[in-house]
């Protein structure tokens, strides 16, 4: 059955950085665009990176641009969230999710993982 689990958050202090990783099962990594979405207190849900299929085009919210990278590796069925110079207002639970194209809305995800944790305090 299709898997995304996220894993790598945690407590780190503003301007510190986090590296999430997102191993899938399943499917074919190759063949699906990865979406990174957030959601933090009392707070919608929202997309804030993705990756097309192919991996050479990737797509930022303008919150997390020049800040944050989005990455996978086909091979090991595995995507990344390269998060740099953290900011208070990034702490959320953050989700990997799979989609057929990037950028893609909410319900365009078909698949979602449980979440990571995410807190930038100092």
């Known amino acids: 059955q299709v898997q995304l689990v996220e894993s790598g958050g945690g407590l780190v202090q503003p301007g510190g950085s986090l590296r999430l990783s997102c191993v899938t099962s399943?499917?074919?990594?190759?063949?699906?665009?990865i979406h990174w979405f957030r959601q933090a207190p009392g707070k919608e849900r929202e997309g804030i990176a993705c990756?097309?299929?192919?991996?050479?085009?990737?797509y930022y919210k303008d919150s997390v641009r020049g800040r944050f990278t989005i990455s996978k590796d086909d091979a090991k069925s595995t995507a990344y969230l390269q998060m740099n110079s953290l900011k208070p207002e990034d702490t959320a639970v953050y989700y990997c999710?799979?989609?057929?194209?990037?950028?893609?809305?909410?319900?365009?995800?078909?698949?979602w993982g449980q979440g990571t944790q995410v807190t930038v305090s100092s």
């Open positions: 999710t799979r989609s057929r194209w990037c950028p893609a809305a909410v319900g365009e995800n078909d698949y």
């Open positions: 399943g499917f074919t990594l190759a063949n699906y665009a």
């Open positions: 990756i097309k299929p192919s991996g050479g085009e990737t």
